[in-house]
């Protein structure tokens, strides 16, 4: 720890000469992050030098008690001593912590996507219900949803609905949530009263700045139709739908909520971004180690990540073992604990890589 905490601090000095280059802001990009490697090395050097402080003060104090003559002297250094050998395990974990350098990812707005799975009309509910706890989530810390797509069924839930979450740190907060998630209750739609699983599938997706992802016009191929609603009940007369084909990937993304083709077309061209800047950093996590890689789970969309259990009152996230009760406050939004969790074991298993990579 102490070795890579020496190459941060030598990084710090680097980078403290670069904020002072007055070309830098010549390069917006550039400038953005090097102002976020910076706020990031300061936090952790002053955590650095308040550490070396409490190991040099361990070392004068245990000097103290063995060299001083006067008995009130020594008594002091034990009690100091006392003080800042337990204060030294707590600053140890929260630089472990911090020496994980924040991704710029977890800045960026994302897509959601929820899908239902196994589970029939069920399945479609606990689309909904997932979608609420996300909305009630972004209510609570003030984060800003916009519906970009839903496909309501008949029973009152979801096949799959579309939702842009905007704000400060989203993407850092959610995007572990990407997997299956399974239920377990006796469905609404139950009159024998049996217990059912059912799943969905959540995809979280970063959404990408038009800069960050060019998407060429001739590999983009536009039709417009008529949308439609449940069983085949019109939503509007008009050619608003718009379905767009990425021909290199072969990726189709489908917008029909606005009545206007032109917003329609805004909105997929959003998703689509959304999706292509995933498969980028899919590539890029695929080609990292194994076990950074997997660090809270592959992130694959077939992975069963988490478990509702109505009758139990619990809900158990797969990958830490981590399981958290009062259901009902969960699917309310209430859920910081558990995406603390995974954020933090994220981190040291991170950490862990990095060292191992030394």
């Not at 003030?142 to 970009?148: A, L, R, S």
Request: aromatic share 6%; charged share 35%.
């Amino acid at each position: 720890m102490i070795k890579k905490l020496d190459e941060c601090e030598k990084r710090f000095k680097e980078v403290s000469d670069l904020v002072m280059d007055p070309n830098l802001v010549k390069d917006p990009k550039k400038y953005k992050d090097t102002m976020r490697e910076h706020g990031y090395l300061t936090e952790l050097c002053a955590l650095y030098d308040e550490y070396k402080k409490v190991l040099q003060g361990i070392t004068d104090a245990k000097e103290m008690i063995t060299n001083e003559d006067d008995a009130d002297m020594r008594e002091m250094a034990r009690e100091e001593l006392k003080e800042l050998e337990e204060k030294q395990p707590k600053l140890e974990e929260d630089i472990k912590l911090k020496l994980v350098p924040p991704d710029p990812l977890d800045e960026k707005n994302i897509i959601l996507e929820i899908r239902s799975a196994a589970g029939g009309d069920e399945a479609s509910l606990f689309v909904r219900d997932l979608w609420e706890m996300y909305t009630h989530l972004a209510e609570r810390k003030g984060w800003k949803t916009e519906t970009m797509e839903a496909q309501e069924t008949e029973v009152g839930g979801f096949n799959k609905i579309v939702t842009s979450i905007s704000g400060k740190f989203v993407y850092g907060t959610l995007r572990w949530e990407s997997g299956v998630h399974r239920v377990q209750r006796v469905p609404a739609t139950e009159s024998q009263g049996r217990l059912q699983t059912s799943t969905a599938t959540v995809a979280v997706l970063p959404e990408a700045e038009e800069t960050e992802i060019e998407i060429k016009p001739g590999d983009v191929r536009v039709d417009v139709m008529r949308a439609g609603g449940p069983g085949g009940q019109c939503v509007n007369t008009t050619d608003s739908a718009v379905r767009l084909t990425h021909i290199p990937t072969g990726l189709v993304v489908i917008q029909q909520d606005e009545k206007s083709q032109i917003k329609n077309k805004e909105k997929a061209f959003r998703v689509l971004r959304a999706r292509l800047f995933d498969l980028e950093e899919s590539k890029k996590q695929e080609e990292r180690a194994a076990a950074r890689s997997s660090m809270v789970g592959s992130g694959a969309r077939s992975e069963k990540i988490r478990t509702y259990n109505f009758p139990q009152d619990r809900v158990t996230d797969h990958r830490i073992n981590y399981s958290a009760h009062n259901l009902p406050s969960f699917m309310m939004g209430e859920m910081d604990d558990m995406l603390d969790a995974l954020n933090v074991y994220a981190k040291e298993e991170q950490l862990k890589s990095d060292i191992t990579e030394l």
